[in-house]
């Protein structure tokens, strides 16, 4: 499939991505819910996305960093806002240090994630949305298009490996 669908509604501070896997549905949820398989997949390649801690419920968290090829590491906190088992959740995500404190001048991403049963496969649908525009072109210049388009590869691969 990999074809990762990434549309910008600047006026609404929003990044709308959608990707279609050859799997079924409560495969795809555990892949995006379960911190064993989020580290197989999230980072885009060379990195690699190393868990801390994660409790995946409504008011929970998943601390983690990605692992540069070089030891680098960069620290991202989600909280989790609204959990509709296997068919959407809702999270706010922040750059942080390793204890999960924010870090000034990153802007906090609001995902809405979306998950859609299609015979045989599945349909994520995620949507971003930013508090200002300017928080928005940041993670642009950061190069979320691209990284975020090697993680769903990335899942696809692992779907396909299963």
Same mark, same amino acid.
């Given at each position: 499939?990999? +074809?990762?669908?990434?549309? =910008?509604?600047?006026? +609404? #501070?929003?990044?709308?991505?959608?990707? $279609?896997?050859?799997?079924?549905?409560?495969?795809?949820? %555990?892949?995006?819910?379960?911190?064993?398989?989020?580290? =197989?997949?999230?980072? @885009?390649?060379?990195?690699?996305?190393? &868990?801390?801690?994660? !409790?995946?419920?409504?008011?929970?968290?998943?601390?983690?960093?990605?692992?540069? @090829? +070089? *030891?680098?590491?960069?620290?991202?906190?989600? !909280?989790? =806002? $609204?959990?509709?088992?296997?068919?959407?959740?809702?999270? $706010?995500?922040?750059?942080?240090?390793?204890? *999960? +404190?924010? &870090?000034? *001048?990153?802007?906090?991403?609001?995902?809405?994630?979306?998950?859609?049963?299609?015979?045989?496969? &599945?349909?994520?649908?995620?949507?971003?949305?930013?508090? $200002?525009?300017?928080?928005?072109? #940041?993670?642009?210049?950061?190069?979320?298009?691209?990284?975020?388009?090697? *993680?769903?590869?990335?899942?696809?691969?692992?779907?396909?490996? %299963?």
């Amino acid at each position: 499939m990999n +074809n990762t669908v990434i549309s =910008k509604d600047l006026a +609404n #501070k929003k990044l709308n991505v959608t990707r $279609t896997f050859k799997a079924p549905l409560e495969k795809v949820w %555990k892949s995006w819910t379960e911190s064993d398989l989020l580290d =197989k997949w999230w980072a @885009p390649k060379p990195w690699k996305a190393v &868990t801390k801690t994660m !409790d995946f419920r409504e008011g929970g968290l998943w601390l983690y960093y990605m692992l540069g @090829p +070089n *030891g680098e590491q960069f620290w991202s906190r989600v !909280d989790i =806002k $609204t959990v509709d088992a296997q068919t959407s959740f809702g999270a $706010t995500c922040v750059f942080c240090d390793e204890h *999960g +404190n924010p &870090t000034d *001048g990153t802007p906090p991403m609001h995902w809405f994630n979306q998950f859609k049963a299609d015979g045989e496969n &599945t349909i994520v649908n995620v949507t971003l949305s930013f508090d $200002t525009e300017e928080g928005m072109q #940041k993670i642009i210049e950061m190069g979320f298009e691209g990284g975020f388009s090697m *993680g769903l590869d990335n899942l696809e691969e692992l779907l396909a490996a %299963k």
